[in-house]
């Protein structure tokens, strides 16, 4: 019984370049979120989708960041023309039903922007 | 708007010592859920409890207890007979009844010294 799991665990870019994390959820979760963890900080909340639908996108930054959760394959965060502030852990995770259930959280992918 | 504060930035005991985490939040919906969760040094997070509004049931889990007063806004968890494993950031957090608005607090960090 797998857990979420997210891929890759560490990832470096350069300035300008696009970052791609990719998230599976749990078997039978169709609900998927990320997080974005900032160096010695809490985590912030940046988008909510079900399958084929972004449900609340409220904590995502207007620009550049976008992410999507297709019928079929893991859910995608695109990060395009990274910056360094960009440096952070984002979290993934997932729940079998809506926001009142436990949400099971993924290893994170650290994303280190050079 | 929803807010969780967490005002221990660090707590250090010595093994066998009971701790306590405080969270307080702030929101305006009646109805809503609090969550713990954990990050030990491996960087996962690690689901603890949620509870609902409706329950000012304290709750014991093993070694960890939370007590829940809605009069005071306050979430607080305490581990009784620490140990070194407990090492860890622990996080409070909160979400409205129907998922929106999903916010954590900044994190107590627990270091348990042999």
């Known amino acids: 019984n797998a857990g979420v799991m997210q891929n890759p665990r560490h990832l470096v870019r350069r300035r300008g370049q696009e970052a791609r994390l990719r998230c599976s959820p749990m078997?039978?979760?169709?609900?998927v979120y990320w997080y974005r963890q900032l160096p010695e900080e809490g985590l912030k909340f940046m988008v909510y989708?079900?399958?084929?639908?972004?449900?609340?996108e409220s904590g995502m930054p207007k620009e550049r960041f976008s992410a999507e959760f297709p019928k079929e394959g893991p859910s995608i965060l695109r990060i395009q023309q990274v910056v360094r502030g960009d440096s952070a852990a984002y979290f993934c995770?997932?729940?079998?039903?809506?926001?009142?259930?436990?949400?099971?959280f993924g290893p994170g992918t650290r994303l280190t922007v050079t | 708007a929803q807010k969780v504060t967490q005002a221990q930035t660090e707590i250090s005991v010595v093994e066998k010592e009971d701790v306590t985490l405080d969270c307080v939040y702030e929101t305006r919906d009646t109805t809503y859920y609090l969550f713990w969760y954990k990050q030990p040094p491996s960087g996962e997070l690690v689901f603890l409890i949620r509870r609902n509004s409706f329950d000012e049931q304290n709750e014991i889990s093993g070694r960890y207890s939370w007590n829940f007063q809605k009069s005071t806004s306050s979430f607080n968890f305490t581990i009784t007979a620490s140990q070194v494993v407990d090492s860890a950031v622990y996080f409070c957090?909160?979400?409205?009844?129907?998922?929106?608005?999903?916010?954590f607090g900044p994190g107590t960090r627990l270091s348990v010294l042999p």
């Open positions: 078997k039978g979760h169709s609900h």
């Open positions: 989708l079900q399958k084929e639908n972004i449900i609340d």
């Open positions: 995770a997932s729940s079998p039903r809506d926001w009142t259930y436990e949400q099971y």
């Open positions: 957090a909160l979400s409205a009844y129907y998922g929106q608005n999903f916010v």
